[in-house]
């Protein structure tokens, strides 16, 4: 059977792209809210950075800030200047600056004469101390002279190291007698600062870059410089020599977020990479987008599937509805073949009743055309009797009359005993005549040849058929009825006389029998003319004879063929090397019985 299956639809992938055209521009909602979100995030977290950073810087500073005030007071140092030439003065001055300066961890503390010279130092005992050096030009001394603090961010001259520079003056009556400085290290705030993507920059009030993560970055302007303040830097020398270029810092490239130190006139600022917030935002827009993939495959297999499973609920249904049809065709098939059947066993069931009544009519065709030699043959052997027994009662009375009464009784016995072979061949003629069909039984195969010999015996004589015997003593037991089986070979033997008849002398006549563990054959073999080719085709066959009508039916072959079969045997017509009918009896085993002689006994 075959199925027209509907080709299945192709995926609607028109509509799933324009599903995804659709649903496309909710990442850009989703770009927008992420970008807040994490540039809110890191603005917030640069902002505690910032803060904490500044504090730190802060409280270094301060830490500093009132020590040159504190210190200026000290006997010791004021000592130191008004005794300038007194060694031991000085050196407990620089000793005293020294210890100080170890104790609040400053990376120098002077002592300042009045005219710009340092007078005591803590790095006094060191090779580049500053004993005796000038520093009159630096803002701070100026500042400090004039009764103010002084602050300064600069190099040092001697050193070249960075630092934040606090000054005090130091008071003697209302007078400036000298100024104490307090040198602070931003070396360390600096290196606070780990190795993060964000960078760190503090500018000064001039926006140049004092302290940095950057190292590429330091001592570079943030801003352009105007003369005035290239003058003052010129003057006060707090940048090395040849720095200075300007830096850009570009808003694309960096977040940036500031902090004005007012105490000190700075700016700290902390750069965060754009590319830190643009990868994250990234990463939610894959999220995003391969979330919103994920969602318009499920989408696209679960409408597939469904149409899918649509398009098998209806191929099932139309194969279903096939096959309800086929069913319905083939029942409609059978039926008819049924029908076709039924009247076919009729007819064959009627074509048996016929040919049964046919068969029973050839069979009573067979028996009367036997009876009628049959007849003849009983009459010549009733003849042969009845001249016998009119002999012997001729004889019987003449001996009475000689009164011989013994011999006349055997006579009487002897026409009695002829006169009961007579009546069997009467009630034989009789049981032939009624056609009555009896169950096989196991009958004796010579006695039943010997009474068809019998039967036939005169005109065998009279045709001077030599006999020829091959039959084994003991009775050969086989399954057939007395009257049918004697019947068979009379009719088998007629036949092979009549053979004869056409054949001048000798004329021979064979009987042999044997057996196997299959059967009993019986093979009656003439030395007649045999079969013709076309008599050995069809010699089965009812009615087919070539003898002249008066003389045969063309019935006998067939009745003992259907006799045979009714016993589960059968016959077999050829034709012998040496020329001659062959005809073989072939009958089944019958069980072993006592050989008895049979009521149709015709014994010659
Ligand atoms: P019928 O004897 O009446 O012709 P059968 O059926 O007995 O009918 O025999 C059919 C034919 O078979 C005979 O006409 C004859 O031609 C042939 N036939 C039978 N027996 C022999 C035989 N022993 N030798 C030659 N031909 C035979």
């Not at 049918?484 to 054949?503: S, V």
Request: net charge positive; aromatic share 6%; charged share 25%.
């Amino acid at each position: 059977m075959t199925y027209s299956i509907a080709p299945l639809r192709r995926p609607r992938w028109r509509t799933l792209a324009l599903l995804a055209l659709l649903l496309g521009p909710l990442l850009w909602p989703l770009h927008y809210i992420a970008q807040r979100y994490y540039s809110g995030q890191l603005a917030e977290q640069n902002r505690q950075t910032l803060d904490l950073y500044v504090a730190n810087l802060l409280g270094t500073l301060r830490r500093y800030e009132v020590l040159p005030d504190l210190l200026g007071d000290m006997p010791a140092l004021r000592a130191s200047l008004h005794e300038p030439i007194d060694a031991g003065v000085q050196k407990s001055a620089n000793q005293l600056l020294e210890r100080i300066r170890q104790r609040t961890g400053a990376d120098v503390i002077y002592l300042m004469r009045a005219d710009g010279y340092c007078q005591a130092t803590s790095n006094w005992n060191e090779s580049d101390s500053f004993v005796g050096r000038d520093f009159s030009f630096r803002p701070y001394y100026q500042e400090a002279m004039q009764n103010k603090s002084g602050r300064f961010f600069g190099l040092g001259t001697t050193s070249g190291k960075r630092g934040y520079y606090f000054a005090a003056p130091v008071h003697d009556g209302g007078k400036v007698i000298g100024v104490v400085v307090v040198k602070v290290d931003l070396d360390g705030p600096e290196k606070l600062w780990g190795r993060t993507p964000e960078q760190l920059l503090v500018t000064d009030s001039f926006g140049v870059v004092i302290l940095t993560s950057r190292n590429e970055w330091r001592f570079r302007a943030s801003r352009p410089l105007n003369d005035q303040q290239r003058e003052i830097i010129a003057r006060n020398l707090p940048y090395p020599r040849g720095s200075l270029e300007p830096l850009e810092i570009s808003d694309n490239q960096w977040l940036i977020q500031q902090r004005f130190l007012d105490e000190i006139g700075w700016t700290a600022q902390i750069l965060a990479p754009r590319d830190l917030l643009e990868r994250q935002v990234r990463s939610v827009l894959y999220i995003g987008g391969a979330t919103l993939l994920a969602l318009l495959l499920l989408l696209a297999v679960m409408t597939l599937r469904r149409r899918h499973y649509l398009e098998r609920i209806a191929l099932d249904a139309r194969a279903k509805r096939d096959l309800e049809l086929n069913v319905q065709e083939r029942t409609q098939d059978l039926q008819t073949l049924n029908q076709r059947l039924q009247q076919e066993v009729h007819d064959r069931e009627q074509a048996q009743r016929e040919l049964m009544r046919a068969q029973d009519e050839v069979v009573q065709a067979g028996k009367l055309s036997a009876l009628g030699t049959m007849s003849a043959s009983i009459s010549h052997e009733l003849n042969q009797p009845l001249a016998a027994i009119r002999s012997y009662a001729e004889n019987a009375a003449v001996l009475l009359d000689h009164g011989r009464v013994d011999d006349a009784r055997s006579n009487l016995r002897l026409i009695g005993e002829l006169t009961t072979r007579m009546a069997n061949i009467i009630s034989h003629l009789k049981a032939y005549a009624r056609g009555a069909r009896r169950a096989p039984e196991s009958v004796a195969l010579q006695a039943a040849l010997e009474d068809a010999l019998a039967l036939l015996a005169a005109r065998r004589r009279a045709m001077n058929v030599e006999l020829i015997r091959d039959l084994p003593d003991a009775p050969l037991w086989v399954q057939a009825g007395e009257t049918r089986l004697r019947q068979i070979i009379n009719n088998l033997l007629t036949n092979a006389l009549d053979a004869l008849i056409e054949k001048g002398p000798p004329r021979r006549l064979w009987l042999i029998a044997n057996q196997d563990e299959k059967g009993v054959t019986l093979i009656i073999r003439d030395n007649g003319p045999g079969f013709s080719a076309e008599a050995l085709a069809r010699a089965h066959e009812p009615f087919f004879t070539t003898k002249a009508t008066t003389q045969g039916l063309g019935l006998g072959l067939a009745i003992c063929d259907t006799l045979l079969r009714a016993l589960g045997g059968h016959l077999h017509l050829s034709n012998h090397v040496e020329g001659g009918a062959e005809i073989r009896l072939f009958l089944l085993h019958g069980k072993p019985g006592v050989a008895s002689v049979p009521q149709e006994e015709v014994r010659g």
